[in-house]
C-alpha cells in the first residue's frame, strides 16, 4: 500500500481496510468459534452445578455466564477452562486477521483467508507462548513475595530483613507492575507482532517491551485512536443494517401484506428470548442511541401457523448472523488498526519498513512456483535418467 505516512494520518486508513469481506469472513469464523467455545463449556459448567438447562436459558438464552451464578469448585474450573480456550481462538483469529491486513498493504491481494489460517495455526505456540511467558514471568515474582512474606514470620530476622530490604522489594514491584503493564499491551499487539514480523514467542515478548518503553505516549494516543474508529465503525455499521432492515420490512409488507409482519414481529420475539440481557446493554447507551442499532421495544410472542413458525426461527438466525457481522467488522477494524500501530511504531524506532521486509511464507511460495522448478519437474517427466536407461538396456536385447 503505497502513500503510508507513518504517522496517525494511517490509523484512519483502519476502517476502509476492515470494511472487504474477507476480512470480516475471518473475523467472523474466529469469533463464531470462540462464541461457541465459550457456549458450549458455560452451559456444562452450570448443569455441572446442578441448574436446569431451562432455568439458565430463560436467565441468559444465548449469552450465558457461569461466573454469575453458584458453582461448585468443579463448575468454575470448567468454566473458566472454557474461557481461556475461547481467548485462545480470538487470539489466532486476529493473528490471521493482522496477516491479512498485512497482506494487503503489501498489495499481496491474492492473499487468502485459508492462507491466513494457516500461518496462525502455524504460529500457535508462538502466539500462546507469548502470553505464557508473561504469565510466567508475573507467577514468578509473586510467588517470590508470598515466600519472602513468610520468611518476615520469622521473629527478630524476619522484620529486620525486610525493613532492611525495602528498596529492593519495592523496586521489584515496580519492575512487576512494569511487566504487567506490557502483558496488557501484549494482550493486543503481539498478534500483529507476529503477523507482521513472523517472529517467535521470544520476540513477540521483546516487541511488546520495546514498543511499550521506546513509544509509550504513541503507543496511547494511536491505540485511543483505533478504539474510537472501532466503537464509532460498529455504531455505522450496525445504523446502516438496521435502516436497511427496516426498508426491506417497509418494501416487501406492500407485496405481502401482513404475512411479512407477522414473520417478522415472531422473529424478533424469539430474538428477545434468545438476547435477554442484550436489550439491557445496548439502550443503556447514552440518549437514543440504542434505538438506532438495536429493537426498540420487546415484541411479545404470539401463535403463528406452522410454515410462519419456521420461517420466523430461519428469519431471526439471519438477523443473528448479521449482528455477529457487525461485531467481526467491529474486530476486523480494531485489527487493522492494531497493525498499522505497529508497522509506525517499528518503523519509527527500528528505521525498517516492514512492508518492504522479505516475508519467509512469500518467499516459500515463489520458490514452489518458479518457472524454473517447474521446468525442471517436466523435464524430469519427459527425459527420465536411470529409469529411462534401464527401461531402455531392457529393450534392446528384443531388438
Known amino acids: 500500500m503505497k502513500g503510508l505516512h507513518f504517522n496517525f494520518k494511517d490509523l484512519f486508513r483502519a476502517a476502509r481496510i476492515g470494511f472487504s469481506l474477507q476480512r470480516i469472513w475471518v473475523n467472523s469464523i474466529g469469533l463464531f468459534a470462540a462464541y461457541l467455545v465459550y457456549f458450549v463449556f458455560s452451559y456444562i459448567s452450570v448443569l455441572a452445578g446442578g441448574y436446569g438447562f431451562a432455568e439458565v436459558w430463560v436467565r441468559f438464552g444465548l449469552l450465558p455466564c457461569g461466573y454469575s451464578l453458584a458453582l461448585p469448585w468443579y463448575g468454575i474450573l470448567i468454566n473458566l477452562f472454557g474461557s481461556f480456550l475461547s481467548l485462545a481462538v480470538i487470539f489466532l483469529t486476529n ?42 514471568m508475573i507467577v514468578f515474582f509473586v510467588i517470590a513475595a508470598l515466600v519472602m512474606g513468610l520468611i ?31 502483558f496488557g499491551v501484549a494482550l493486543f499487539i503481539a498478534p500483529a507482532v507476529i503477523a507482521t514480523s513472523d517472529e517467535d514467542a521470544l520476540g513477540g515478548v521483546f516487541q511488546s517491551f520495546s514498543v511499550t518503553f521506546n513509544q509509550p505516549w504513541r503507543l496511547l494516543v494511536y491505540g485511543a485512536i483505533v478504539s474510537v474508529l472501532e466503537l464509532v465503525g460498529i455504531f455505522l455499521f450496525a445504523a446502516a443494517l438496521k435502516v436497511s432492515y427496516n426498508i426491506f420490512i417497509d418494501l416487501f409488507s406492500i407485496g405481502m401484506g401482513e404475512k411479512i409482519l407477522e414473520i417478522n414481529n415472531h422473529a424478533l420475539s424469539l430474538i428477545d428470548k434468545a438476547l435477554p440481557a442484550l436489550y439491557g446493554w445496548i439502550h443503556s447507551l447514552p440518549g437514543d442511541m440504542g434505538n438506532w442499532i438495536y429493537l426498540v421495544h420487546h415484541h411479545a410472542a404470539t401463535s403463528v401457523p406452522g410454515t410462519y413458525a419456521v420461517s420466523s426461527y430461519i428469519f431471526a438466525i439471519f438477523l443473528l448472523l448479521l449482528g455477529g457481522t457487525v461485531l467481526a467488522y467491529g474486530e476486523a477494524v480494531g485489527n487493522a488498526g492494531v497493525t498499522i500501530i505497529y508497522i509506525i511504531l517499528y518503523k519509527l524506532h527500528e528505521k525498517e519498513n516492514l512492508l518492504e521486509r522479505e516475508d519467509e511464507e512469500l518467499k516459500e511460495e515463489e520458490e514452489e512456483t518458479t518457472p524454473e522448478n517447474e521446468q525442471k519437474e517436466s523435464e524430469g517427466k519427459d527425459n527420465p535418467a536411470a529409469g529411462g536407461s534401464e527401461s531402455q538396456d531392457e529393450e534392446s536385447p528384443e531388438k
Open 95 to 136: 493473528t490471521a486477521v493482522s496477516r491479512v491486513v498485512y497482506m494487503v498493504m503489501r498489495n499481496e491481494l491474492f492473499y487468502t483467508w485459508s492462507q491466513a489460517y494457516k500461518f496462525a495455526l502455524k504460529k500457535w505456540i508462538s502466539i500462546l507462548g507469548t502470553y505464557l511467558t508473561f504469565i510466567l
Open 152 to 182: 518476615g514470620r520469622i521473629p527478630f530476622v524476619g522484620e529486620l530483613g525486610t525493613t532492611i530490604l525495602t528498596l529492593p522489594y519495592i523496586l521489584t514491584a515496580l519492575l512487576l507492575f512494569f511487566i504487567s503493564l506490557v
